[in-house]
């Protein structure tokens, strides 16, 4: 849903079901931003942001919100 009311927004926004498949679509291509929940199925919005090796400004999301996920996000 949010990548539908970015692109509606008129973003161009690539989605990734998880880590592997995040690092995959970020091949070759530049982001303004990373959008990623903080637990992905096969690693954390962390490991992605390591592994894409940038400084790129990133919204963390999590559907739990426990003080530990805030942490990790900041």
């Known amino acids: 849903m949010l990548a539908r009311l970015l ?3 008129g973003h161009e ?4 079901g998880g880590l592997a498949a995040a ?3 970020a091949q070759g291509r530049a982001f303004d931003v990373v959008v990623s929940d903080i637990d992905l ?4 919005g962390q490991d ?3 592994l ?3 400084r790129l400004p990133a919204i963390a999301i999590s559907g739990s919100g426990t003080e530990e ?6």
């Open 52 to 54: 894409l090796g940038s």
């Open 13 to 16: 926004v690539a989605v990734a």
């Open 48 to 50: 992605l942001l390591l």
């Open 69 to 74: 996920d805030a942490r990790r996000s900041l």
């Open 23 to 25: 690092v995959e679509a």
């Open 7 to 9: 692109r509606l927004a």
């Open 41 to 44: 199925p096969d690693g954390s």
